[in-house]
């Protein structure tokens, strides 16, 4: 059998898991064939690619994105496709991908794709899931006065010592994270990994212009970050957990606590796809960062559970069946480094 996936536009981690699917799908007899495709002629995961095309380059509308979708999957007889750009607006016209027979690693529900892929909304929902963890007090803002009378309110509802940041309301990864500095940003903050800001910079900056985007402000969590990845099957919940420690440090850590965690937030909103669940300690309360509606740019850190996530998910994709795998029962500390690739 042989079955021909499309890729679009994905983080270069996807170099991975591309390897990973391969690696499961001969294993069990399956053949695939890998179509990629980026704006960005120069990313990674070409290289394991079986054909690689340019996408239309940024300021195409969602809507007409679709439609360059559609006719690529026609012209180049796509069975699966695992999409991250546009993914809400892919989701939305899932039907008519269908009626091409092609399978789309994407969920139904539009209302939950919407629901947690917007910061503030998520948070609302799990002001109802204290089992999961707990949600850090925060505040939304669209412009300058209102950042300044909602900095200082949470200042003084968690202490003038307490560290602040900010990010926008709907966006991926750490892009918009800032740490905010009371006093002035010394010489320091260029040795630090996270990016800091000072009160007055921010003030100004955000005072360039009458309104923003949705921002959030809310407590810096000073603790441990852990990242579950996620998948519902017809027998469970399989989830990998990982802490991310210092520097380039992840742990596996399969415990039952965590794995728990997700498998209350799959079966509490009906997750069916690929999803992660992002958390960090604070003074050793565990409190909610994100959802992730797809997989998690570091979902391969499954693959050294002896757990093939991204194939699993696909296997389910194509209506067979996923068994529960036994967990390592041990940590698994990784580290990574960067490997040239020659294009």
Not at 26 to 32: K, P
Request: proline share 5%; with cysteine.
């Amino acid at each position: 059998m042989r079955c021909r996936i499309w890729v679009n536009q994905w983080f270069s981690t996807m170099y991975q898991i591309i390897k990973q699917l391969r690696e499961g799908a001969e294993a069990e007899g399956l053949s695939l064939h890998i179509i990629g495709t980026s704006t960005n002629q120069n990313v990674v995961y070409q290289k394991v690619c079986d054909e690689f095309w340019e996408e239309p380059k940024k300021g195409i509308s969602p809507e007409d994105y679709v439609e360059w979708c559609l006719t690529f999957c026609r012209e180049h007889q796509v069975d699966v496709f695992i999409p991250k750009r546009h993914m809400i607006a892919i989701a939305k016209r899932k039907e008519a991908f269908t009626e091409l027979g092609i399978k789309v690693l994407v969920e139904d529900d539009i209302e939950l794709l919407e629901n947690f892929n917007n910061k503030v909304k998520t948070a609302e929902l799990f002001k109802s899931l204290p089992e999961i963890c707990n949600v850090p007090p925060f505040e939304v803002v669209t412009n300058v006065e209102a950042f300044k009378l909602s900095y200082e309110k949470l200042k003084q509802q968690l202490g003038k010592s307490a560290v602040l940041c900010v990010k926008y309301a709907v966006g991926e990864g750490a892009s918009s994270f800032n740490i905010i500095e009371d006093g002035p940003v010394s010489i320091k903050q260029l040795e630090m990994s996270e990016k800091h800001i000072g009160y007055e910079a921010i003030v100004e900056i955000l005072g360039s212009i009458e309104s923003f985007k949705p921002l959030i402000i809310m407590p810096y969590l000073k603790g441990t970050e852990i990242s579950i990845d996620a998948l519902k099957t017809q027998h469970g919940v399989i989830a990998v957990p990982r802490r991310k420690g210092p520097g380039r440090l992840q742990e596996i850590c399969c415990s039952q606590e965590l794995i728990n965690k997700a498998a209350v937030l799959a079966e509490r909103f009906g997750f069916n796809q690929p999803f992660n669940l992002q958390l960090r300690y604070h003074e050793d309360t565990l409190y909610l960062l994100e959802v992730n509606t797809r997989m998690s740019g570091g979902i391969h850190y499954s693959y050294y559970a002896g757990i093939n996530l991204p194939y699993l998910a696909l296997k389910k994709l194509l209506g067979q069946v996923v068994e529960v795998p036994v967990y390592p029962p041990d940590v698994i500390d990784l580290v990574y480094v960067e490997q040239p690739v020659i294009l």
